[in-house]
């Protein structure tokens, strides 16, 4: 029986009913292809099991490896670190770091369909973003190794953290310190395509505090954009009510920042009149004695750069899931 001939463009081409200059598009630039076009020529590169003929030389004469990054909020903190993770584990490597900033769920699709196609990825590695089970399967089907931060899926490895535990750790802290008047201040700007774990760490801080019989009112829980100064306003706003909490639970270290700096505005002392606790434990909470959840932000990059070369060097091996433990960093503020 004669060999399978390769599929070309052009049959890809002709079954999507596009012109070849569409097919070009979408593998180059898919995000200026419509969605509908998009699928229909991903439906006929899976039919047809096309590989970009041009793509796949170039891998190969490659003297170095290539690992994909794709990741939101390119400049938020906690993604640095877990970006400085991976660029540390993969500078003893023969492997280059290629970084794919997502801005829109329709953006991030269209990595998600054209990335596994090309073969111009020797590994994929996916920050905080969900991926549905036809991304995983072209993944798989197209043999790009790919592992998930934040975001487990039965089918390919991942590592991430217990949300809705590092909620409960900040509550059962404070609650240890004899606190009973506690709110909770999250960010709101998280757009629809990525992962939300405040609203995981607050389901946690409410489970807590339920547990022990202290109320949540609705008034002490607080949403602010992302930025340190529209925290420190809401902050602000929150500490100045008659009855003020006695302490604070911030989801994200950033933003027990503009908490602290509300407090010495209205010179209310820390810890002795108010305790803070923030999550993340980045870089900076050390330098500011921020009492927090850590949550390993580089070992989780640096350990999903270990997994990932494994799959590469034995592409047969099960899926891994690894969940970091969380760890309460006690410091100054509460």
Do not use: W
Not at 67 to 84: D, E, K, M, N, Y
Not at 137 to 146: D, I, K, M, N, S
Not at 154 to 160: D, I, K, W
Request: negative net charge; hydrophobic residues 45%.
């Amino acid at each position: 029986m004669p060999p399978k001939k390769a599929s070309t463009i052009y049959d890809v081409a002709r079954q999507a009913g596009v012109s070849i200059t569409t097919v070009s598009r979408m593998l180059n630039a898919p995000n200026k292809v419509n969605g509908e076009t998009r699928e229909r020529i991903l439906a006929a590169i899976d039919a047809l099991e096309f590989v970009p003929k041009a793509e796949a030389r170039a891998r190969a004469l490659r003297s170095t490896g290539r690992i994909g990054v794709i990741s939101p909020f390119f400049t938020a903190p906690s993604f640095v670190q877990r970006l400085r993770g991976i660029s540390e584990a993969l500078s003893a490597k023969k492997f280059e770091m290629v970084i794919y900033t997502v801005d829109s769920a329709e953006h991030l699709k269209s990595f998600l369909s054209y990335l596994p196609l090309t073969g111009n990825l020797d590994g994929l590695i996916i920050l905080s973003l969900p991926v549905d089970d036809a991304d995983v399967r072209r993944l798989v089907e197209h043999g790009l190794p790919t592992v998930l931060v934040e975001f487990p899926h039965p089918n390919l490895s991942s590592v991430e953290i217990d949300d809705v535990m590092g909620g409960r750790m900040a509550a059962q802290y404070l609650l240890e310190k004899g606190h009973c008047r506690i709110a909770f201040l999250g960010d709101t700007d998280l757009p629809e395509y990525s992962l939300h774990p405040v609203s995981q760490r607050l389901v946690g801080f409410r489970q807590a505090l339920r547990e022990a019989g202290i109320d949540l009112p609705e008034v002490f829980v607080k949403l602010a954009p992302y930025s340190l100064e529209q925290t420190r306003q809401v902050a602000a706003d929150l500490l100045s009510v008659p009855q003020p909490p006695t302490a604070i639970f911030a989801a994200t270290d950033l933003q027990a920042l503009g908490v602290l700096k509300a407090a010495r505005q209205l010179k209310i002392q820390v810890p002795e009149q108010l305790a803070v606790v923030g999550f993340d434990d980045l870089d900076i909470a050390e330098y500011t004695d921020l009492t927090t959840i850590r949550q390993h932000l580089d070992e989780s990059g640096r350990l999903a750069v270990e997994i990932l070369l494994a799959q590469i060097e034995s592409p047969s091996r099960p899926p891994r899931h690894v969940k970091l433990t969380l760890t309460l960093i006690e410091r100054q503020t509460a």
